[in-house]
């Protein structure tokens, strides 16, 4: 039976036959999605021309989308393709600078959250989920927040100190001898959380669940993932981050099948992201010689 409020299938509901044109679309657009957001940092890694590559999987992700019998799933891809050709004419990366920072409200705030709320709900006519809160936590919900963070916290460890030693270089910050840092430390703290939110409201609440509703829980939840982790590679995790993000992306998109709450997948990403700044700042300053003012 479907959630009326989400659009979600019921995980005991059969899902229809779903057409083999409109999987190939989505899984060429998760391909461009990777293509040109992941790699827009390396145009031509192994002398390969990646972006100019996304356009040959991108034209007939659309042509397959707009012969699908659903009109609903041409208007999905194109929002879809409208978020990947923002964020490629995005500049992501963790610089905290006023000129950036005001990009990123912008672009990815009114752009990327605003616009495509408007057009979910004045031009497909399915709202986005803004479920925020349903029912009560219960005692399990609360104790994965607690150990969502230990977990961050050990795995946060050992991508910043032995997987990928160099990962702090990707958040720019003063140097040591550096005599206030104060600013650029609250800059960095706010801009974590800032991203953290975003990416919920983007990926789950958008991309995930305008997905659920005509591709089923399991093909949305891979693919959201590809397009969390081709935006956050290209933004910061590097080394080994694909791998960590791909993973958080799918227990993320999971937590919100199964609670239904968007404020609680926001909190367990948020309390990642405060691991995620003690991380950057003990790298940078060893033993965190900072204290805010």
Known sequence: MNDIRTGFRSPAEPIA?????????????????LLAVGLKSHPFYLGVPWPWLALATLLPGMVLAHRDPDGRWWQTS???CYLIILLFFTRIDGDTGDAHVIELIVKLGLGALLVPALAARYWMGEALDYQWVSGRWSLRMWVWLAGGFLLA??????????????????????????VDRTDEM??????????????????VNFVFVLLARRLGFREALLIQAVFFTSFLHEMA?????????FCFALIQGFTYHRTRSLLYVILLHLLVDTILFYWIANRWYPGWGWHPG
Request: net charge neutral.
């Open 186 to 203: 609250w800059r960095l703290f706010w801009g974590c959380n800032f991203v953290g939110f975003w990416d919920e409201l983007c990926f």
């Open 153 to 178: 916290y050990v795995i946060m460890g050992l991508y910043f100190n032995s997987w990928t030693p160099t990962l702090h270089h990707s958040w720019p910050l003063p140097p040591l001898d550096h």
């Open 17 to 33: 036959p779903i057409p083999v044109s409109r999987r190939w679309s989505i899984w060429l657009l998760a391909a461009t999605m």
């Open 78 to 80: 194109v929002m879809l």
């Open 237 to 245: 995790f590097v080394g080994w981050g694909p791998v960590v993000i």
